[in-house]
T-cell receptor, first 117, second 114 residues
């Protein structure tokens, strides 16, 4: 049971390049999330998914796209990278305990450190 | 909207000292409250949680009590160890259909010296 894994661990891009970050979870969780972590800003939600084939915008979605074609995978894409997207990106997943129950624990991956020059 | 405010760091303590990291929140309804910890070079992991008023979450010697009257969830530990050096994040989520997003504070870096 690997939990939440992220690929790659590190990446350096030039402005304007594109890339895709892959998140995979083997816990059969319904919900998946992408966050970015910047110094002094805590974690901010980029996009999230409440199930296979569905995605929604979070707090800071501009410049990113996501896809959830398979329940276990959640992809984050940068179509034209900008220096402002230099950050550490975390993926997380969680399960749902009924429609109106409080959300339980989110399980985080180890992160991807992205630098855009 | 929802927000979390936690004390600014960094916090430096000697081993066996008492730790308090303050956290206050603003939210509608009855949020669930969490403390997550991030060890150097790793992702976040849940430290403890509380889902209703007056609940006390505890784990690894850390405790936090959900205080609705003061909208607070302060993290405490009676005797810190070097291995507790990490960044601590207070977070909340508001229960309800379609509302499962975590709102995080900015994090407090703790360094424990021998």
């Amino acid at each position: 049971n690997a939990g939440v894994t992220q690929t790659p661990k590190f990446r350096v891009l030039k402005t304007g390049q594109s890339m895709t970050l892959l998140c995979a979870q083997d816990m059969n969780h319904e919900y998946m999330y992408w966050y970015r972590q910047d110094p002094g800003m805590g974690l901010r939600l980029i996009h999230y998914s409440v199930g296979e084939g569905t995605t929604a915008k979070g707090e800071v979605p501009d410049g990113y796209n996501v896809s959830r074609l398979k329940k276990q995978n959640f992809l984050l894409g940068l179509e034209s990278a900008a220096p402002s997207q230099t950050s550490v990106y975390f993926c997380a997943s969680s399960y749902v305990v009924g429609d109106l129950a409080p959300q339980d624990t989110q399980y985080f991956g180890p992160g991807t450190r992205l630098t855009v020059l | 909207g929802n927000s979390v405010t936690q004390m600014e760091g960094p916090v430096t303590l000697s081993e066996e000292a008492f730790l308090t990291i303050n956290c206050t929140y603003t939210a509608t309804g009855y949020p669930s409250l969490f403390w997550y910890v991030q060890y150097p070079g790793e992702g976040l992991q849940l430290l403890l949680k509380a889902t209703k008023a007056d609940d006390k979450g505890s784990n690894k010697g850390f405790e936090a009590t959900y205080r609705k009257e003061t909208t607070s969830f302060h993290l405490e530990k009676g005797s810190v160890q070097v291995s507790d050096s990490a960044v601590y994040f207070c977070a909340l989520t508001r229960p309800g259909a379609g509302s499962y997003q975590l709102t995080f504070g900015k994090g407090t870096k703790l360094s424990v010296i021998p």
